[in-house]
């Protein structure tokens, strides 16, 4: 079991920066791979970024590439999901979420442990 809280969500301009960070408790941090989600009102929950136990590999969502980076601390239990170039489009309730294994999952139902949130809006 592995508790996820995250921070650092707010309002933002766009073109702006903004981090997020996810702390996790409870089971060994290192033995979980991470990802960020999001959902936008009225959308379904869709994949942002993921990163290996180690933090070595990671992957994103196309729209994101080039504009966010996911990283993660292993000594400090943390993930983190910098975000430049914010756009309109980037407006959503951010997630993190843990599942034991690879980090190459997708999909919602391949993570076993999620975050509350924190909400990311951009305005023009």
């Known amino acids: 079991q592995v508790q996820l809280v995250e921070s650092g969500g707010g309002l933002v301009q766009a073109g702006g920066s903004l981090s997020v960070s996810c702390v996790a408790s409870?089971?060994?941090?290192?033995?979980?791979?991470m990802a960020w989600f999001r959902q936008a009102p009225g959308k379904e929950r869709e994949f942002v970024a993921s990163?290996?136990?180690?933090?070595?590999?990671?992957l994103y969502v196309d729209s994101v590439k080039g504009r966010f980076t996911i990283s993660r601390d292993n000594a400090k239990n943390t993930v983190y999901l910098q975000m430049n170039s914010l756009k309109l489009e980037d407006t959503a309730l951010y997630y993190c979420?843990?599942?034991?294994?690879?980090?190459?999952?997708?999909?919602?139902?391949?993570?076993?442990?999620w975050g509350q949130g924190t909400q990311v809006t951009v305005s023009s």
């Open positions: 409870g089971r060994i941090f290192s033995t979980y791979s």
């Open positions: 990163i290996s136990r180690g933090g070595l590999n990671t």
């Open positions: 979420a843990a599942r034991s294994g690879t980090y190459s999952f997708k999909i919602p139902t391949d993570y076993a442990y």
